[in-house]
């Protein structure tokens, strides 16, 4: 898989987990769910890169994450939302389409 491409899925899986939080109660959820959940929109990404990616969410103050031990517990954050909607962009973290 070429570097853009594999850099192109990252950007998008970071842009769905934003939008699977932005649809769930309280916009909070567990990586193994999150994890689940990517699978229906194409991704198929191991449990420890789905952790990553929520890791790094949580460094660009997407998302606050609670480590519980075997999970992440994450919550979106306003700026999170910001970016799931396309009101706001992050470089890494692609943008939504029309």
Do not use: C
């Not at 699978?39 to 990616?53: I, T």
């Not at 954050?77 to 692609?94: C, H, L, N, Y």
């Amino acid at each position: 898989m070429s570097t853009h491409f594999s850099d192109f899925l990252r950007q998008d899986q970071r842009l769905v987990m934003l939008r699977i939080l932005s649809e769930v109660p309280q916009y909070r959820s567990n990586s193994s769910v999150i994890h689940n959940l990517l699978g229906q929109f194409g991704h198929h990404p191991s449990r420890d890169q789905v952790r990553a990616e929520l890791t790094w969410l949580g460094e660009q103050a997407l998302v606050s994450v609670d480590d519980i031990g075997s999970v992440l517990v994450v919550t979106l954050t306003e700026r999170g939302e910001d970016v799931a909607k396309g009101r706001a962009s992050v470089p890494g973290v692609s943008k939504p389409r029309a």
